[in-house]
């Protein structure tokens, strides 16, 4: 079978990639494909995470191994992580500069006789010169036990650093 996927750019402008892949391909062989077909030279590191339906990051799949418990993108099937049910992982290159894409699974077809795979079906947009920023927010600003606000402290520097000390 042949996992068809949509690669889309998180950024304001549609910058899109509609990639076939054979399911079990390793996400090592999909990072490769959208790193060609973005035009990106490779030298940065990557991961993918898996997703939610909310795009909610997950469970990381890491490029290299780093030490830990870490799943790898050679050693992890398409079809391993990715079903009918289970659709959405994030891809995140050169993470100096966060580009960060969006992938969901379209369709699952059979293989075409005489198509080479992976295989580049459409292209839309252009990659910007640099990766779009990214806002980071916190889901809940009033998380508990978080750093306190309501410190009353006019003066800083009568305080005592042993007094202050946890």
């Not at 699974?105 to 580049?120: H, T």
Request: proline share 2%.
């Amino acid at each position: 079978m042949v996992y068809r996927f949509r690669v889309i750019l998180d950024a304001e402008e549609d910058v899109f990639r509609d990639i076939e892949i054979l399911q079990e391909s390793t996400l090592e062989d999909l990072h490769n494909t959208i790193i060609q077909s973005f035009g990106f030279d490779g030298t940065e590191m990557a991961s993918f995470y898996l997703s939610d339906e909310d795009w909610n990051q997950g469970e990381e799949i890491s490029q290299f191994d780093m030490g830990g418990e870490v799943r790898l993108m050679n050693e992890t099937s398409l079809e391993s992580i990715l079903d009918e049910k289970n659709r959405k992982i994030i891809y995140v290159y050169d993470f100096l500069n966060m580009w960060t894409f969006l992938i969901e699974l379209g369709e699952i077809a059979e293989i075409e006789e005489g198509r080479d795979y992976p295989n580049l079906m459409f292209v839309h947009g252009q990659l910007p010169d640099s990766a779009p920023d990214k806002e980071f927010v916190a889901e809940d600003e009033n998380i508990p036990g978080e750093f306190d606000d309501d410190l009353d402290i006019d003066d800083y520097d009568n305080l005592s650093f042993d007094e202050n000390w946890n």
